[in-house]
């Protein structure tokens, strides 16, 4: 059964809200609970998104977008060259 996707400002929320109901004196057992996430999630959360804020959380995401289309381009002009190569080669 495939799990939800949160956007990273969903996430960031609900750390904050588990923030609010730690200080309060909830249990990280039931404050999981109460955002509908597993243990491990939340810690994977926490340890990824734990500093953010919500406007460094939208700057993440662009740099990460930006860093995926750059290893695109790399690698299309890596096979590109490799082709070129061959073909000078005569390996066609």
Not at 28 to 56: H, M, N
Not at 66 to 72: C, F, I, M, S, V
């Amino acid at each position: 059964m495939p799990g939800k996707r949160y956007s990273t400002e969903q996430i960031i929320a609900k750390l904050r809200e588990a923030e609010k109901l730690q200080a309060q004196g909830a249990t990280i057992p039931a404050v999981c609970k109460k955002l509908g996430v597993s243990d491990q999630t939340f810690y994977r959360w926490r340890q990824k998104y734990g500093a953010l804020k919500e406007d460094e959380a939208h700057r993440l995401r662009a740099l990460e977008q930006e860093n995926a289309r750059l290893k695109r381009i790399v690698a299309e002009q890596a096979l590109d060259i490799s082709m070129l190569k061959d073909v000078q080669r005569g390996n066609f």
